[in-house]
């Protein structure tokens, strides 16, 4: 199990904040995103949207990178943001 969490407009898309998501073994980042999306059209656009940011275990990662997600990460999807 992951435990996942939405930031911004993804949390309203998704209607919660943070929600648990069961798996057993090692995912690609894109067979994660559709797990969490599963029967949700609207979350699953969001997600895979180029601008949607993923931070796994606090730490984002840049979209070039090919993240693999296991069981007990916390992994996080975010709008765009910018510093200031």
Sequence with gaps: ??????FGRLRDIAQCSERPVPFDGALSLDAF????ASGDDDLARALQAESTRVA???TIAPR??????HPG????FMPPF???
């Design 1 to 6: 199990m992951a435990r996942v969490m939405f």
């Design 33 to 36: 995103r559709r797990l969490v």
């Design 56 to 58: 796994v275990n606090a």
């Design 64 to 69: 070039s990178v090919d993240l693999v997600i």
């Design 73 to 76: 990460d916390e992994v996080a």
């Design 82 to 84: 910018s510093g200031g």
